[in-house]
């Protein structure tokens, strides 16, 4: 069918203010601005967002400024405007952020507990000022309790949240997640907190305080590990790549390399079975529970019947078999990946000092009823530190003027 992409999206006329910083705020805002949100990035003067600095690595641009591939990694679809919210003069920058609060539909901010209250700026005052304000408020640990002014940085919350006792490969080993999980985790939740609080409003006319933490985040997601403990009393553990409650499943070696499997039913370890010659109900491995008691035994198996088999013909092999199996690759082959391309994954935007320029692409598709593909087709760069600052003045400024997206 004819592709009929869309320019706009599902929240186009919904404007964000988005007062946060670094990652997880950021990171809820991009997902709303790649949904057709507008999405307006308040920075501090001279510096902007934090991620603006972390690097390397860093690419030059046309004006000679250097630009965080972070800072690119999590703010397209954004206009940015410099405030500081200290200046609280008669036409000052902090009047010009309540004209923009006084407009929106959704404030995201994720200061620690305290800092807006100490600006002036409490989430109570601003939600008198705008009743239909949805507010997302993300923090490290929670806004109250005992800890809840604590400061929230990802590798911290992955390790206070547990997350690191269930990575690497074994207990004495504990690992960080590859990327920031626990930042983009509470972004997510964030969010979706905001579309259900936008979604309520339509019916009651006013807004609510969405509150998460990079804490709640990662506890949401501890899924069987979770219930293993609070249910069954176990602490599960860190255990290098293979599952604790399946077997076999994870990375197993071969001649030239290793591959992944997941058989996760009795049928396909049948189909494994007779697929590479080896019994399925010999003693000790006829069910799940046995082979998980003796995960070791499985995987000195599994690797026998593929210790005469390269990588490449022994995944043809499996999906020949039927059964589930993948290769571990590297990001550049990921993004040269025909199927990745084809989902949609990589977007090119103009960059105002970069040009054209390649970033990963947001994850959602939308079909209309008839199969026919409207998701949203332009994508706008990360902006440049105030870029649309006058802009936005000016508009604010003068009610007449037309709005400067």
């Known amino acids: 069918m004819t592709d009929h992409n869309l320019s706009s999206g ?7 203010v988005d007062l946060s910083r670094a990652l997880a705020g950021p990171h809820a805002t991009m997902m709303l601005g790649d949904l057709g949100a507008r999405v307006v990035k308040v920075e501090a003067p001279g510096a902007g967002d934090d991620t603006r600095g972390w690097g390397p690595p860093f690419v030059e641009g046309s004006d000679g400024g250097r630009q965080s591939t972070y800072f690119l990694s999590t703010n397209r679809n954004k206009e940015s405007i410099a405030l500081d919210l200290k200046d609280d003069a008669p036409g000052g920058d902090r009047e010009v952020l ?28 601003l939600v008198a000022r705008n009743p239909r304000l949805v507010v997302l408020s993300i923090t490290g640990f929670g806004h109250d309790g005992p800890e809840g002014g604590r400061a929230g940085y990802d590798q911290i919350a992955q ?8 990575t690497g490969s074994g207990p004495e080993d504990p690992q960080r997640v590859g990327v920031p999980i626990a930042d983009l985790l509470s972004g997510m939740y964030g969010a979706y ?19 998460t933490s990079l804490l709640a985040a990662v506890v949401g997601v501890h899924a069987f590990q979770g219930t293993r403990w609070t249910v069954a009393g176990e602490v599960g553990v860190a255990q290098g790549n293979h599952h604790p409650s399946i077997a076999p499943y994870g990375l197993f ?24 010659g080896l019994d399925p109900d010999a003693e000790g491995l006829a069910t799940n529970p046995e082979r998980v008691a003796v995960r070791e035994r499985v995987i000195e198996v599994v690797e026998a019947a593929f210790a005469d088999w390269d990588a490449e013909p022994l995944l043809a092999r499996l999906a020949e078999v039927g059964v589930p199996a993948g290769k571990v690759r590297t990001l550049d082959e990921v993004y040269a990946w025909e199927q990745t391309r084809s989902q949609g994954l990589l977007t090119e935007v103009d960059h105002p000092t970069l040009g054209a320029v390649t970033l990963p692409g947001p994850p959602l598709r939308f079909f209309d009823g008839e199969g026919v593909e409207v998701t949203r087709s332009r994508h706008e760069a990360p902006p440049l530190l105030d870029e649309h600052g006058p802009a936005l003045r000016e508009w604010l400024r003068d009610p007449g003027t037309e709005s400067p997206q």
Do not use: K, Y
Request: proline share 1%; with cysteine.
């Open 10 to 16: 599902p929240l186009d006329g919904v404007l964000v």
């Open 98 to 125: 309540l004209g923009l609060v006084d407009r929106a539909d959704v404030l995201v901010e994720n200061f620690r507990t305290g800092v807006l209250e100490r600006l002036g700026l409490s989430i109570e005052s």
């Open 159 to 166: 390790g206070e949240a547990g997350l690191m006792s269930l």
């Open 193 to 211: 907190g905001v579309l259900a609080a936008l979604h309520e409003r339509a019916r009651t006319g006013r807004g609510r305080v969405v509150r």
């Open 253 to 276: 070696r071969c001649r030239d390399g290793a591959v992944q499997i997941a058989l996760g039913s009795e049928g396909l370890w049948r189909r494994f079975c007779a697929g590479f």
